[in-house]
């Protein structure tokens, strides 16, 4: 499947690489206007070859392709990443667990917000003076 799809690749690029190489060596003594035109169909040419080398035909499986019935990769990935099973139902916690995490989360947020000694974070301690300033 690889071999197929090398091969146009390869002769979309030897095709550009021909018409950039005849147009500067052949051409452009003939008519400078017509190598400029073979250069800007060849400038063309790589972005289809690119296309064309990765265009996925019907034949080809591709390596994260699942058998039927079954989740890819990426989809046991997000399952995993959202604590879920296979079948989408959310692994079960207890309520007790649910309560002491959210406990855990909101004190994290007041200590952020406190900041060092108590303060709200970004107030400065009383007779703190500005970064650069000086005393008068």
Same mark, same amino acid.
């Given at each position: 499947?690889?071999?197929?799809?090398?091969?146009?690749?390869?002769?979309?690029?030897?095709?550009?690489?021909?018409?950039?190489?005849?147009? #500067?060596?052949?051409?452009?003594? #003939?008519?400078?206007? =017509?190598?400029?035109?073979?250069?800007?169909?060849?400038?063309?040419?790589?972005?289809? =070859?690119?296309?064309?080398?990765?265009?996925?035909?019907?034949?080809?499986?591709?390596?994260?392709?699942?058998?039927?019935? +079954?989740?890819? +990769?990426?989809?046991? #990935?997000?399952? +995993?990443?959202?604590? $879920?099973?296979?079948?989408?139902?959310?692994? +079960?916690?207890?309520?007790? /667990?649910?309560?002491?995490? /959210?406990? $855990?989360?909101?004190?994290?947020?007041?200590?952020?917000?406190?900041?060092?000694?108590? $303060?709200?974070?970004?107030?400065?301690?009383?007779?703190?003076?500005?970064?650069?300033?000086?005393?008068?």
């Amino acid at each position: 499947m690889y071999a197929r799809r090398r091969r146009r690749y390869f002769l979309l690029m030897g095709g550009c690489l021909v018409l950039f190489v005849s147009a #500067w060596t052949f051409v452009r003594d #003939w008519s400078v206007p =017509a190598a400029v035109g073979l250069c800007l169909v060849a400038m063309l040419i790589p972005p289809m =070859a690119a296309i064309v080398g990765n265009t996925k035909d019907r034949t080809d499986h591709w390596w994260d392709d699942p058998p039927e019935g +079954e989740p890819s +990769e990426s989809e046991k #990935w997000l399952d +995993e990443l959202d604590h $879920r099973t296979r079948h989408g139902k959310h692994h +079960e916690r207890s309520e007790e /667990q649910r309560v002491a995490e /959210q406990g $855990r989360v909101a004190e994290q947020g007041r200590e952020m917000e406190r900041g060092q000694g108590g $303060r709200p974070a970004g107030k400065p301690p009383p007779g703190a003076r500005a970064p650069g300033s000086r005393r008068r």
